[in-house]
C-alpha cells in the first residue's frame, strides 16, 4: 500500500484528490494538511510514502515547503499541483529546481465533479506508480552534506547504495525500479563496450518525469559552439514549454527557444517542442526545418518522443546522436528501434541517476541503447561525438 499527503489549502481541491485516489487499491490518504507548516509535522509523524502540494497556499507555499522537505528528506517523492498559467508555470519549474519529482495540472474548465476526479485520477496514479517503484516504506534520511537535495545518489550495479536501503536490501521510497524487475535483479542486460565514431549532424532527446532538471544539466554544459542543432521533446503542456525554454535560453550557453512551424534548424540551438504539439524535422531543398502537428497522441503524449525520433532517422539516418533521459513510460523506444536501424547512436541515462528509469530502461532493456550513462557523463559524451566523431567507448547493450 502506497500512503500519501495531500496539502493543498482548498477543503474541495483536498476532497477531489483524495476521491481520485481513492479508485486504486493500492494507494491510501493518510491524512491532509491546509498548508505547508502543518504538512512538515504530518510527514513527520505519517511517514508517507509521497506528497501531493499546492503551490499557493497560506502560511508556507508549496516552494517554500518543497525546499523545506528536501532539506529534511531528500528522497521522499512530491508531486506538485498547478495551473496551467504563466504564473503557474513559473511556480511549477521553480518547485522542479527545488527538488520536487512531478507535477500534475488542476483541472480547468471541467464540467463536474466526476470530470475533475477522472482527470486527477489520469495523470496521478500512473505518477505515484512510478515515482514510488512498487515498494514502500519509511522516510529516507535527511540529505547528507556536500549532495545536492532531491537527486538519486549513485550506487553500484542496479542496488541503490547501502545508505539508501533497510535491512535485507529492499530500497526506501523514492529508489525506482524498471517495472517487473524483483530487488536484486538486473535492470538490463550485459553489455560490452564497442566505439562509435560516425558523423553526427543533430542531437535528439527525449525525457519525461524529472526531465526538465536533467535536460537542464546537460544543456548547460554544452558551449555555445555546439556544431550541431539540438531537437527535444519533453513531455510538458501548453504555456510550461515557452516557460522552461526562456528560462534555459537565459542560463545557457545555446540558444533555446520553444519550436514553431517552419523554423530552420541551425547547429548551437536547442528546439524544445511546444506543448500540445508534435515535433518533426524535414528536409527542405538544403536546409532541415521545423514541423509542428496535431495529431493523435502517442504513448498518451502529445508531444511525443517517437514523433520526433521517426522524423530524425528519415531526415538524418545514421548522422544522428539520439538521448532518451529520465521518464515514466515507454515513449521513445519504437523512435530508437527505427534510429538503430538507420544507423543512429543511442545514449541512455543510467537508472541511479534517474529519477523514474521508464523510457531509458525501456530503451536499454530492449538492446536499443549503445551507451547507459550517468547524468553527468552525457554532456561530456555529446560534446566528444560532435567535435569529429572520437566519443567516448559506447557500452552496446546484448542478450
Not at 228 to 247: I, L, W
Not at 336 to 362: C, F, H, K, N, Y
Amino acid at each position: 500500500m502506497i500512503s500519501v499527503l495531500v496539502v493543498d489549502d482548498s477543503v474541495v481541491v483536498r476532497r477531489l484528490i483524495t476521491d481520485a485516489l481513492g479508485d486504486d487499491p493500492e494507494i491510501r490518504v493518510v491524512g491532509t494538511a491546509p498548508n505547508g507548516k502543518v504538512a512538515l509535522a504530518k510527514i513527520e509523524q505519517l511517514h508517507p510514502d509521497l506528497v501531493t502540494l499546492d503551490i499557493e497556499m497560506p502560511i508556507m507555499d508549496g516552494l517554500q515547503t518543497m525546499r523545506a522537505i528536501r532539506q529534511q528528506y531528500a528522497r521522499l517523492p512530491v508531486i506538485m499541483f498547478s495551473t496551467l498559467t504563466a504564473a503557474g508555470a513559473t511556480a511549477t519549474l521553480d518547485a522542479l529546481s527545488a527538488g520536487a519529482s512531478d507535477y500534475v495540472t488542476k483541472p480547468a474548465n471541467v464540467g463536474s465533479v466526476a470530470e475533475s476526479i477522472r482527470s486527477v485520477r489520469e495523470q496521478i496514479i500512473p505518477r505515484i506508480h512510478a515515482l514510488c517503484g512498487g515498494r514502500r516504506g519509511a522516510l529516507a534520511p535527511p540529505t547528507r552534506p556536500g549532495l545536492a537535495p532531491g537527486r538519486p545518489l549513485a550506487g553500484a550495479g542496479n542496488l541503490p547504495p547501502p545508505s539508501l536501503t533497510r535491512p535485507g536490501g529492499s530500497p526506501l521510497p523514492g529508489v525506482v525500479r524498471p517495472p517487473n524487475v524483483p530487488p536484486g535483479g538486473p535492470a538490463a542486460a550485459p553489455v560490452r563496450a564497442t566505439p562509435r565514431t560516425g558523423a553526427v549532424e543533430v542531437v535528439a532527446v527525449g525525457c519525461s518525469t524529472g526531465g526538465p532538471d536533467a535536460l537542464t544539466a546537460v544543456v548547460r554544459a554544452l558551449p555555445a559552439s555546439l556544431p550541431v542543432p539540438v531537437v527535444v521533446v519533453q513531455h510538458m503542456p501548453p504555456v510550461f514549454t515557452k516557460m522552461f525554454a526562456d528560462r534555459l535560453d537565459r542560463t545557457a550557453a545555446l540558444t533555446v527557444v520553444e519550436a514553431t512551424g517552419d523554423m530552420v534548424v541551425r547547429p548551437g540551438t536547442v528546439y524544445i517542442a511546444p506543448g500540445d504539439f508534435h515535433l518533426e524535422v524535414h528536409r527542405r531543398g538544403t536546409e532541415v526545418v521545423t514541423k509542428l502537428n496535431t495529431g493523435p497522441p502517442e504513448n498518451f503524449c502529445r508531444p511525443a518522443v517517437d514523433v520526433l525520433f521517426r522524423s530524425v532517422a528519415r531526415t538524418y539516418g545514421g548522422a544522428t546522436l539520439a538521448i532518451v533521459l529520465t521518464g515514466m513510460g515507454q515513449d521513445g523506444k519504437r523512435g530508437a528501434e527505427q534510429l538503430r536501424s538507420a544507423g543512429a547512436e543511442i545514449v541512455a541515462q543510467d537508472e541511479a541517476t534517474s529519477v523514474v528509469w521508464g523510457m531509458p530502461g525501456a530503451v536499454t532493456q530492449a538492446g536499443l541503447a549503445h551507451a547507459v550513462l550517468p547524468l553527468g557523463e552525457i554532456a561530456n559524451h555529446l560534446i566528444s561525438r560532435t567535435a569529429g566523431g572520437r566519443g567516448a567507448k559506447s557500452m552496446e547493450v546484448t542478450r
